[in-house]
C-alpha cells in the first residue's frame, strides 16, 4: 500500500483568508525564498514521535498553537524569548523550531544564529511565525539560515503540511 502524495511549492509569504491560505503579495520576478518539497501523509503515530518547539512571546498566541500542534499529536515545548529558545533547542534538541521573530532579550533572528551555530543543530528545519510581511524580513530570515516563512494569522492545517514536508 503506498502513501499519497502531494507535490507543492510554498512561496515564502502567506496569511488566511477567508480560512485558506493566499499569497500575500505578487511577485514581479520569482520570489527570493521559498522551499519546496513533496508532503508525504504522516501516520499519527509519527507525528506524536515529533518534537516542536514554539518560540512566541505572546502567550496566547503561544497557547493556541500548542493546543492545534497537540491536538494534531505533536509533542510541544515552549519559550517565551530568543534566549531561552537557544537554550531549549540546544538542551531539548527538538524536530522543528517555530520562532517568532519580534521577541524579547533575543530577536529570532539572533536565536536562530546561534541554534545554526551550535553543534548538532544546524539541519533542525526552523519556521519563521511572524505578522512581519516586509521583504526585509524576509531576506533576513534567509540569511540567518530559517527554513520557511509564514505570516499570521496562520492556518494549522498548512502550517501542518509544511511541518511535514521539512520533516521529511
Same mark, same amino acid.
Given at each position: 500500500?503506498?502513501?499519497?502524495?502531494?507535490?507543492?511549492?510554498?512561496? $515564502?509569504?502567506?496569511?488566511?483568508?477567508? #480560512?485558506?491560505?493566499?499569497?500575500?503579495?505578487?511577485? +514581479?520576478?520569482?520570489?527570493?525564498?521559498?522551499?519546496?518539497?513533496?508532503?508525504?501523509?504522516?501516520?499519527? +503515530? %509519527?507525528?506524536?514521535?515529533? $518534537?516542536?518547539?514554539?518560540?512566541?512571546? #505572546?502567550? %496566547?498566541?503561544?497557547?493556541?498553537?500548542?493546543?492545534?500542534?497537540?491536538? /494534531?499529536?505533536?509533542?510541544?515545548?515552549?519559550?517565551?524569548?530568543?534566549?531561552?529558545?537557544?537554550?531549549?533547542?540546544? &538542551? %531539548?534538541?527538538? %524536530?522543528?523550531?517555530?520562532?517568532?521573530?519580534?521577541?524579547? =532579550?533575543?530577536?529570532?533572528?539572533?536565536? $536562530?544564529?546561534?541554534?545554526?551555530?551550535?553543534?548538532?543543530?544546524?539541519? =533542525?528545519? @526552523?519556521?519563521?511565525?511572524?505578522?512581519? &510581511?516586509?521583504?526585509?524580513?524576509?531576506? #533576513?530570515?534567509?540569511?540567518?539560515?530559517?527554513?520557511?516563512?509564514?505570516?499570521?494569522?496562520?492556518? @494549522?492545517?498548512? /502550517?501542518?503540511?509544511?511541518?511535514?514536508?521539512?520533516?521529511?
Amino acid at each position: 500500500m503506498s502513501l499519497p502524495i502531494l507535490d507543492r511549492t510554498f512561496p $515564502t509569504t502567506y496569511s488566511q483568508t477567508n #480560512g485558506r491560505p493566499s499569497e500575500v503579495e505578487e511577485h +514581479k520576478e520569482p520570489p527570493q525564498y521559498f522551499c519546496q518539497f513533496t508532503v508525504i501523509a504522516m501516520t499519527e +503515530k %509519527d507525528s506524536r514521535d515529533r $518534537t516542536v518547539l514554539v518560540v512566541e512571546d #505572546g502567550e %496566547d498566541a503561544r497557547y493556541l498553537m500548542r493546543l492545534e500542534l497537540e491536538r /494534531l499529536g505533536y509533542i510541544v515545548i515552549e519559550a517565551g524569548d530568543g534566549k531561552r529558545a537557544v537554550e531549549m533547542a540546544q &538542551q %531539548d534538541r527538538p %524536530d522543528i523550531i517555530l520562532m517568532d521573530l519580534s521577541l524579547p =532579550i533575543m530577536d529570532g533572528f539572533a536565536a $536562530t544564529e546561534k541554534i545554526r551555530a551550535s553543534d548538532g543543530l544546524q539541519t =533542525i528545519p @526552523i519556521i519563521a511565525v511572524t505578522a512581519h &510581511q516586509e521583504t526585509n524580513f524576509r531576506a #533576513g530570515a534567509k540569511a540567518v539560515g530559517f527554513d520557511a516563512y509564514v505570516t499570521k494569522p496562520i492556518d @494549522i492545517n498548512w /502550517l501542518s503540511e509544511l511541518i511535514t514536508g521539512l520533516l521529511i
